[in-house]
C-alpha cells in the first residue's frame, strides 16, 4: 500500500484521470450525443474500466484497501494508482452523460452539489417538481450504493465484489439504453 505520505498521489491520480475522462466522453459525444447506441457505449466502456479495476484487486495485482498503514518508503506501492485512475476516468464519463442529457440536477458524482441544490429549490415542497424527485431519487441512491459497497468491501468477499456489483449495474445500463425504443419522430 502507498505509505501516508504519498496518499496526495492517489488524489491526484484521481483528479486527473477523472478530468481526461470528462473530456474523452465530452467529444466522444458529439459525434452523435443523444443516439441510444452512443449512450449504451458509453456505458460499456465505463463498466469495462470497472471491471478491469476489480480484476486487478480481485487477483491481488493491488492490495485490497485496509485503511492506513506507515510502510516502508522503498516499497511504495504505485501499483495501486492504476484502479484509482480506471475508476476516476469512467466517473467523468457518467457525469459526462448526465450533463448531456439534459439532467444537471443528478450530478452524479457529488453529494455536496445535489444536497445544496435540492435544499435550494424554491419549489422544494411543491406537489409536482420532477427536478426534486431527482435529486431525491439521485441521494437515496448514492447513499444505498455507498452503503452496500461499503458493506460488500468490508465483509469476506471484499472490495472486488463492490466493483464487479457496479459494473454490472453499468452494463445493465448499456443494455437498457441499446434495447430502449426510440421516439418516433413527427414530420412536420
Given amino acids: 500500500a502507498l505509505p501516508i505520505s504519498y496518499i496526495w498521489l492517489k488524489s491526484l491520480t484521481a483528479i486527473i484521470f477523472f478530468l481526461v475522462g470528462c473530456f474523452f466522453f465530452a467529444q466522444s459525444r458529439r459525434i452523435h450525443p443523444h443516439r441510444r447506441f452512443t449512450l449504451a457505449g458509453s456505458f460499456l466502456v465505463q463498466a469495462i474500466l470497472i471491471f478491469i479495476a476489480a480484476a486487478l484487486v480481485q487477483r491481488h495485482v493491488v492490495p485490497s484497501p485496509a485503511g492506513y498503514q506507515e510502510l516502508n518508503h522503498a516499497k511504495v506501492g504505485f501499483i495501486e494508482l492504476l484502479p484509482i485512475g480506471?475508476?476516476?476516468?469512467q466517473s467523468g464519463g457518467q457525469?459526462?452523460?448526465?450533463?448531456?442529457?439534459g439532467i444537471n440536477e443528478v450530478p452524479t458524482t457529488v453529494l455536496t452539489s445535489l444536497f445544496c441544490d435540492l435544499m435550494s429549490d424554491p419549489h422544494m415542497l411543491a406537489r409536482d417538481n420532477v427536478k426534486r424527485n431527482r435529486r431525491v431519487a439521485s441521494?437515496?441512491?448514492l447513499l444505498l450504493g455507498g452503503i452496500i459497497g461499503g458493506w460488500l468491501s468490508r465483509s469476506s468477499v471484499g472490495m472486488s465484489a463492490a466493483l464487479w456489483l457496479a459494473g454490472a449495474v453499468k452494463v445493465a445500463i448499456a443494455v437498457g439504453w441499446a434495447l430502449w425504443k426510440a421516439k418516433e419522430e413527427v414530420p412536420v
Fill in 95 to 101: 457525469i459526462v452523460t448526465s450533463r448531456t442529457l
Fill in 86 to 89: 480506471f475508476l476516476a476516468f
Fill in 139 to 141: 441521494a437515496v441512491t
